[in-house]
């Protein structure tokens, strides 16, 4: 199965800046689709961002908006998510995942492996 890890979590002063990395492994890695997930304490897993194979397309949940953008370097087999103008609200787990059916999706359901996770938390 496709193995998948995030890296660089850690604590952020709130407006702060701070990426997140996801490295994947496979061969297929430029036909996925790839999301970014969090989980804060006491809350259901939340959409945050996802980009398609070729970089082409991306989508964000309304509250990181003009603050977090998802890239990737089909190259490395990585994925990241740059996160400005941080908030309290953004602590949380983030986890990355890959789709490797064809077609997008922003939903938990329509991802097949995910990371562990790392934490982020945003002080004020």
């Known amino acids: 199965q496709v193995q998948l890890v995030e890296s660089g979590g850690g604590l952020v002063q709130a407006g702060g800046s701070h990426r997140l990395s996801c490295a994947a492994s496979g061969r297929t890695f430029g036909s996925y689709t790839m999301g970014w997930f969090r989980q804060a304490p006491g809350k259901e897993r939340e959409f945050v961002a996802a980009?398609?194979?070729?970089?082409?397309?991306?989508d964000y949940v309304d509250s990181v908006k003009g603050r977090f953008t998802i890239s990737r370097d089909n190259a490395k087999n990585t994925v990241y998510l740059q996160m400005n103008s941080l908030k309290p609200e953004d602590t949380a787990v983030y986890y990355c995942a890959a789709r490797s059916r064809v077609g997008y999706s922003s939903l938990s359901y329509g991802y097949d492996y995910w990371g562990p996770g790392t934490q982020v938390t945003v002080s004020s």
């Open positions: 980009i398609s194979g070729s970089g082409g397309r991306t």
